[in-house]
């Protein structure tokens, strides 16, 4: 059974840091390629950072420069670092699995999420 269980999130101020985790249970990890997507109220859900099993990384426009995402395969966790945080990253934050161990993190697997609450 596929589990993703992520971590981290909670309430920071603008400008704050979060370091989110995501454990993983029942694939073999280190051939999937992962990611971390996030959805806010009334918005589509979109993907913030994908790495694939070869260490090719993905990030939004919108985080580039701020987050940076890393897996540790010996651990089988993948984390989400994120800095100089604004309101609009507040949303749900999900760790996701794609069978497939390249682009297009489409999200095979899916985690139950992590509130991060950015405030002004």
């Known amino acids: 059974q596929v589990q993703l269980v992520e971590s981290g999130g909670g309430l920071v101020q603008a400008g704050g840091s979060l370091r989110l985790s995501c454990a993983a249970s029942g694939i073999f990890f280190s051939i999937n390629a992962m990611s971390w997507h996030r959805q806010a109220p009334g918005k589509q859900r979109e993907l913030v950072a994908g790495i694939s099993r070869f260490g090719s990384i993905k990030y939004a426009d919108s985080v580039k420069g701020r987050f940076t995402i890393s897996r540790d395969n010996a651990k089988r966790t993948v984390s989400l670092q994120m800095n100089s945080l604004k309101p609009e990253d507040t949303a749900v934050y999900y760790c996701?699995?794609?069978?497939?161990?390249?682009?297009?993190?489409?999200?095979?697997?899916w985690g139950q999420g992590t509130q991060v609450t950015v405030s002004s």
């Open positions: 996701a699995a794609d069978k497939d161990g390249n682009f297009p993190y489409k999200g095979d697997y």
